[in-house]
């Protein structure tokens, strides 16, 4: 039997280098690495699993009791470990004075997509049209794959990271905030 190899939760380090990075300019193109990082970290998203698949209105916005707001999924994912179609996403909350994890980045990016498009991920146009920044057209699966090995590129970060390694650091997060599995 072979020994199961984990993906290494991006380091405190590096992944403070990514927020400096996706926030260091304001483009379209940055401005998607943000809302996929936020979405993958705050939802726990594997590396390619139903990426291609989302869409805006998979995404919705409300207040809890404490009038706190925060972003939840519309619809259930099958996923890997849950295949009877209930994932277990969490939301996306929007914590004072953080920069790691702002619904602004969400509601920015999603005010600013092709509305004739439905898939969220869209391809970021070099100059906005008319406040639309993104085409009409899907990046792709490999593209959407590999977003976080490209993001580690630009960043010049000291490791090259995959998607799943944001799963990774999720549970590390978690796991350090002490919140249960």
Not at 144 to 154: A, K, P, Q
Request: hydrophobic fraction near 35%; aromatic fraction near 10%.
């Amino acid at each position: 039997m072979s020994a199961v190899e984990h993906h290494q939760a991006i380091t405190d380090d590096n992944l403070q280098q990514v927020y400096e990075f996706v926030t260091s300019q304001d483009s379209a193109k940055h401005l998607q690495y943000k809302v996929f990082l936020n979405i993958m970290l705050s939802f726990g998203r594997r590396g390619w699993e139903n990426l291609a698949g989302l869409r805006g209105m998979d995404f919705a916005v409300t207040r809890d009791d404490n009038e706190i707001m925060y972003v939840y999924l519309t619809r259930d994912f099958q996923t890997k470990n849950h295949q009877d179609n209930k994932s277990s996403d969490g939301h996306m909350f929007q914590i004072k004075d953080s920069h790691r994890f702002p619904l602004k980045p969400l509601v920015k990016y999603m005010r600013h997509l092709k509305p004739i498009c439905q898939a969220f991920f869209q391809v970021p146009r070099p100059e906005p049209i008319e406040n639309i920044f993104y085409n009409n057209v899907h990046p792709g699966n490999n593209k959407l794959g590999n977003f976080v090995r490209t993001i580690s590129e630009e960043a010049g970060l000291s490791k090259i990271y995959t998607n799943h390694c944001l799963r990774a650091t999720t549970v590390h997060i978690l796991d350090k905030a002490q919140i249960p599995s």
